[in-house]
């Protein structure tokens, strides 16, 4: 399996990334390249074997055996192949399609985009390469106008490499094992700093779209609020595959959700005042939650033309030392930790489950969720857009135990592409550089401290914070966070079974690390592991009701703590059971779902909507339930 192709990958790193996602107008169109996909891994004695052979010059079944895979999805679980299942290295994939002919007509710039391929990515497209990429969760794309054929089939095809080192994001180590007495020849496995599945794939769709040679490259928009008057600051980036060109004017208006025109400005740089505006609102505080607005951007000159849609929610966001403000009213988080992850696809983004996610949300009363531990696709970050939902942003840096130079270059990198994705999204409220650092380490304080002003630097807007687990007496990160997050499982990995000392320990760490911090504070996971109906009483771990019974303990350390007034938010962990690699201590994946990887609710999510209804004041939605105390 030893390479050098994924030397190559990661040290000559190249990616163009991508400003705007691809939607359609009447200017631009965009073609799904979705469906199943020829695919095949390559021999683990010979990992090189693709690019030696050039199996990108020809169709991928003369290569030899190739199996179908669907696109967007995992490979891991769709065959009945252990190998699949758990491999490690260069995966191949291709796809055979035609391009309209009148996209050459009239001379259309054409643009290939992923919206996620995990981790390192080589496209080519007939034949040609044309992108690299370099981690799982974000898009990239590449301008093929010279590449694609018209009249004729082109072929598209990437290879996909899933391992993780020490200088990836997330991190990860292969170990071989290279006793011939005790291990088959070249037997190794993929060792991971973090308790999910390293799910590989490409997991988002992959489009081909349109724009004018000059075109709208990026929309920036920043939001504020004076009494009834929503303020919205944008800026129009304006590119060209010409070589000179005549700059462009640009039109914006500004259509509310009943399609009528409320605002109107012109300039590429400008300031639209909305008069008794509707202010995007989270779910539970407002009759009208998630009010969207959409800027209809229109860029204008001789004969170029250029039309996107950008949906704009106007609020703000505020950090003291002890609230957190939306739309200058204080902001309590209820709700989860998540995960991408369902059965047979993976981490593959599937719209069913991403609309019964939602319906979850709102049934069990919860007005926020973390993208742990990584940026969740565009379909569900839209979804929180439009239904109210408030986002805690975070990057894949999950686990971090060295912080080296070259993996500091990599994290900054992350947070540019995610910002640059998810900057306009009103749902996302804070940026999330990372989760579970070894942030005792000499090297972290340096190390965030660039994090974070890089962050900063990119966008002002939005408050920086982190998911810490370690002892806060010794932490180096939080100091540059605007938010304080803590994971702690008191009662679960530290005196398991013991719901009696989640009161008192709950309250002293999270007072004590205040008094540290002078911050806003919460807590970011808290859960035990619960195999659905499975019961004892007294409760026993692993049962439903050890579940109940420590969540009912925190519940009411958390009312403790509000009442202090710095205690801003509980996410608990998880919102559903999710998949992670084979361990003595995990009975198929991590089981500490409120829900079950199916999305069935377990005892403890009606204890959990009990909570979260009555703290926003909607109990009356169902008196007859029972809210234990």
Same mark, same amino acid.
């Given at each position: ?35 199943i ?18 199996w990108?010059t ?86 093929? &106008? ?10 598209? &095809? ?18 071989? *094992? ?20 390293n ?18 490259d ?11 008057t929503?303020?919205?600051?944008? &800026? ?14 640009c039109?914006?208006?500004v ?11 012109k ?6 005042n ?57 902001f ?17 983004v ?23 531990h ?23 840096a ?5 912080f080296?130079?070259v ?47 890089? &962050? ?55 007072t ?5 911090? *002078? *911050? ?19 409760a026993?771990?692993f049962?439903?009701d ?17 009442? *202090? ?34 999305r069935?609710?377990k ?27």
């Amino acid at each position: 399996m030893r390479s050098n192709v994924i030397v190559l990958l990661i040290f000559a790193w190249f990616v163009c990334t991508r400003s705007l996602s691809p939607k359609e107008s009447e200017i631009r169109e965009k073609k799904i390249l979705d469906g199943i996909w020829d695919f095949k891994i390559c021999n683990i004695r010979n990992q090189d074997t693709g690019f030696q052979e050039k199996w990108f010059t020809k169709a991928l079944r003369k290569t030899g055996d190739v199996i179908p895979m669907p696109v967007p999805s995992s490979f891991n679980d769709v065959t009945q192949n252990k190998t699949i299942r758990d491999y490690v290295g260069w995966a191949w994939y291709e796809t055979q399609f035609f391009i309209p002919t009148s996209w050459n007509a009239d001379k259309q710039r054409i643009v290939l985009y992923f919206g996620s391929a995990h981790y390192h990515a080589c496209v080519f497209l007939n034949g040609i390469w044309v992108v690299n990429h370099t981690g799982g969760h974000l898009p990239f794309q590449a301008d093929v &106008t010279n590449n694609v054929k018209f009249s004729v089939k082109n072929w598209l &095809t990437v290879a996909l490499n899933n391992t993780l080192t020490h200088h990836t994001i997330p991190q990860g180590k292969v170990i071989y *094992k290279d006793n011939p007495e005790e291990y088959p020849e070249g037997f190794y496995v993929q060792s991971v700093n973090f308790d999910f599945f390293n799910y590989a794939g490409i997991h988002r769709s992959v489009i081909l779209y349109t724009t004018p040679t000059v075109y709208i490259d990026d929309i920036i928009v920043v939001t504020k609020i004076n009494g009834t008057t929503g303020i919205i600051n944008y &800026t129009v980036a304006v590119n060209s595959a010409q070589p000179s060109y005549i700059s462009p004017s640009c039109y914006v208006e500004v259509f509310d959700m009943d399609d009528d025109l409320v605002a109107q400005e012109k300039k590429c740089q400008n300031v639209i005042n909305v008069r008794n505006a509707k202010f995007w609102w989270p779910i539970g505080i407002h009759p009208q939650p998630g009010y969207l607005y959409t800027l209809k951007v229109t860029l204008l000159g001789g004969n170029i033309k250029d039309v996107y849609y950008q949906t704009v929610g106007i609020r703000t966001v505020e950090v003291t030392d002890r609230t957190f403000l939306i739309n200058g009213k204080p902001f309590y988080f209820m709700g989860f930790g998540k995960h991408e992850d369902s059965n047979i696809r993976g981490r593959g983004v599937d719209l069913p489950l991403i609309v019964k996610d939602f319906n979850l949300i709102k049934w069990i009363g919860a007005n926020s969720f973390r993208t742990s531990h990584y940026p969740y696709a565009e379909e569900i970050m839209d979804q929180a857009d439009k239904q109210g939902i408030v986002v805690i942003d975070e990057s894949p840096a999950v686990g971090l135990d060295a912080f080296d130079s070259v993996l500091l270059t990599k994290h900054l990198q992350v947070m540019t592409e995610m910002i640059q994705r998810d900057k306009n999204h009103p749902s996302v409220v804070m940026w999330s550089v990372a989760n579970e650092p070894k942030s005792s380490e000499p090297e972290a304080k340096n190390y965030f401290k660039r994090v974070v002003d890089h &962050t900063k630097k990119l966008d002002s807007s939005r408050p920086v914070t982190a998911a810490l687990s370690g002892p806060y007496e010794t932490d180096l990160a939080g100091k540059f966070m605007d938010v304080i997050m803590q994971n702690h499982y008191f009662g679960w990995y530290s005196d398991p079974g013991y719901t009696q000392v989640i009161y008192k320990q709950t309250i002293s760490v999270f007072t004590k690390s205040y008094e540290k911090y *002078k *911050k806003p504070i919460m807590i970011s996971e808290y859960g035990a592991d619960t195999v659905v109906g499975l019961h004892m009483d007294p409760a026993f771990i692993f049962t439903e009701d050890y579940q109940t019974e420590y969540l009912m303990e925190h519940h009411k350390a958390f009312d403790f703590l509000r009442d *202090k007034g710095f205690f801003i938010g509980e996410l608990i962990w998880n919102f559903a059971d999710f998949m992670t690699i084979q361990k003595i201590n995990r009975v198929v994946g991590n089981k500490k779902g409120i829900f079950t990887r199916e999305r069935q609710p377990k005892a403890a999510a009606k204890v959990l909507r009990c909570r979260y209804l009555h703290l926003a004041n909607q109990s009356t939605l169902d008196t007859n339930m029972y809210c234990p105390a």
